[in-house]
């Protein structure tokens, strides 16, 4: 039984080694199709961003098999920054859907080989209405190279597969090459948090951006008295906004104190009733910017162990934000 095990043990031993030989060999093969891209990379690269930046309409992704998938991810990585973007699948192009392409476009058309027969109806649709074609791939003499604007030309290289055959090394170059031209654009075009935002609303992205004008409550929802209201006042107000807290305001509308309801535990006295707020509030409380980022709220309000920020401009309050408000929202 001994024996067996120890035997048992040492297979598992020599496969082990064997799968993490396969997979560096992998990881190699790959970075030195890269690294040769890296090398080859020249003014059409430039030349194929001022098509994008300049194109009126959208920027169309095509290709099939493999590089479909990899045109996919391209258009959605554009669309979601700031370049309007989408895939059209080459063999619905032939039934219909060219359609969806217009004069004001631009397409990048995705073939390793460059001789993919179900583009050919894309590339004679866009030489037919002068629609600009940037041509993707490793063959720039090949039909996709020569009917391309401009060629992005993809390595050489063998691909990782052992056989030789299917598509690894040259679906990596042409992730990153989709990944190249999506940062670029990016800054090109100064894309910011705010825009990126805007187009991730659902999901941990979106939570993550959420600015604190975003969450917070404003208006006839916000609680806040002037600092000369009585004690009375400030309890109906607090009870009825329902946050827990009621900031006051002077003579010129600047937020100058703050009560909560852990202040009002705190000050409970037989008297309570006859004094105001300028004799219990929080004189000169903890704010936050509008346009600050929610983490940050929630951050202050966690480092200071508070549960209420009120959210000011020049010096005047425009909302208050709870800390249940960010937790709501995915924020943590």
Known sequence: MMTMTNSMSNDISKLSNSDLISAKRTIDTE???????????GTSLTQALDLMQSARGRVILTGMGKSGHIAQKIAASLAS???????????????????MITPDDIVIAISNSGESKELVDILNYSKRFGIKLIAVTKNPESSLGKAGDVVLK????????????APTSSTTATLVLGDILTVAMIE???????????????????SVLQKVSDLMHKGDEMP?????????EVLLEMTSKRLGCVGFTDDSGSLVGMLTDGDLRRCLSSDILSKKALDVMTVNPKVIS?????SEAVKLMHDKKITNIFA????KPVGVIHIHDCLNSGIV
């Not at 993809?154 to 055959?165: D, F, I, K, Q, T």
């Not at 806040?224 to 009375?232: E, F, H, T, V």
């Not at 509008?290 to 929610?294: I, K, L, R, V």
């Not at 000011?312 to 010096?315: A, S």
């Open 290 to 294: 509008p346009d600050a980022m929610a």
């Open 81 to 99: 920054t700031g370049t309007p973007s989408f895939f059209v699948h080459p063999a619905e192009a032939s039934h219909g859907d060219l359609g």
């Open 312 to 315: 000011v401009e020049n010096g």
């Open 224 to 232: 806040i008295l002037s600092l000369n209201a009585g004690m009375q």
């Open 31 to 41: 970075i030195d199709a890269l690294r040769t891209m890296e090398s080859e990379l």
């Open 154 to 165: 993809l390595p050489g290289s063998r691909e990782a597969c052992p056989l030789g055959l």
């Open 188 to 206: 090109r075009n100064g894309f910011s948090k705010e825009q990126f935002n805007q187009r991730h609303p659902g999901g941990k992205l979106g």
